[in-house]
T-cell receptor, first 110, second 119 residues
Framework: GEDVEQSLFLSVREGDSSVINCTYT??????LYWYKQEPGAGLQLLTY?????DMKQDQRLTVLLNKKDKHLSLRIADTQTGDSAIYFC??????????FGAGTTVTVRA | SAVISQKPSRDICQRGTSLTIQCQVD?????MFWYRQQPGQSLTLIAT?????????ESGFVIDKFPISRPNLTFSTLTVSNMSPEDSSIYLC????????????????FGPGTRLTVL
């Protein structure tokens, strides 16, 4: 199975908060990342968290890391239509390679 | 960060032909990678492009099918050889810049991708 797992779909109303969850398996991962992919585009690095942190906030984005449970989440406050995209969780392994989840498709409805 | 361009952005090719994809970065980087993203799927690492030496391929990918060049620290090519419809994917180049400060972050930046359709 996948090393990194995510739910596949999330539908949220405009203005509400979105929460995307991810689980990973490599306890020695140094960084965990969230990438955003809009239709027809490449991947854009949204945010990251170092493995010795519990939380990171960056404007509307909040990343929570539970290292014991190997659980990562991304919260988007005040979700806008421009937030509709696929969000990928990725872990950085000790060999510097990234392992990606399957991606969560976020749909923002009016 | 790094600004990455890829050529072509998309192409439609015939079965049995080959296509070479170019990746250009605006600054020298230590690591360059090639990924494949099949329709509706996540990203799979094809290989690490090593400057001045042969690429390092992941399990399931071979040099004869996906030859890679990296002649310098800002440029790499990936060739998809003897294509079949199963090769229809988005091919993405990514780079990892050298971290110059202790407070920085190790991360990869992605190009816009090359959307390949094989008929």
């Amino acid at each position: 199975g996948e090393d990194v797992e995510q739910s596949l779909f999330l539908s949220v109303r405009e203005g509400d908060s979105s929460v995307i969850n991810c689980t990973y398996t490599d306890s020695s991962s140094t960084y965990l990342y969230w990438y955003k992919q809009e239709p027809g585009a490449g991947l854009q690095l949204l945010t990251y968290i170092f493995s010795n942190m519990d939380m990171k906030q960056d404007q509307r984005l909040t990343v929570l890391l539970n290292k014991k449970d190997k659980h990562l989440s991304l919260r988007i406050a005040d979700t806008q239509t421009g937030d509709s995209a696929i969000y990928f969780c990725a872990e950085r392994r000790n060999d510097y390679k990234l392992s990606f989840g399957a991606g969560t498709t976020v749909t923002v409805r009016a | 960060s790094a600004v990455i361009s890829q050529k072509p952005s998309r192409d439609i090719c015939q079965r049995g032909t080959s296509l070479t994809i170019q990746c250009q970065v605006d600054s020298q980087v230590t690591m360059m990678f090639w990924y494949r993203q099949q329709p509706g799927q996540s990203l799979t690492l094809i290989a690490t492009a090593n400057q001045g030496s042969e690429a390092t391929y992941e399990s399931g990918f071979v040099i004869d099918k996906f030859p890679i060049s990296r002649p310098n620290l800002t440029f790499s090519t990936l060739t998809v050889s003897n294509m079949s419809p199963e090769d229809s994917s988005i091919y993405l180049c990514s780079v990892e810049p050298l971290r110059v400060t202790s407070g920085g972050v190790d991360t990869q930046y992605f190009g816009p991708g090359t959307r390949l359709t094989v008929l």
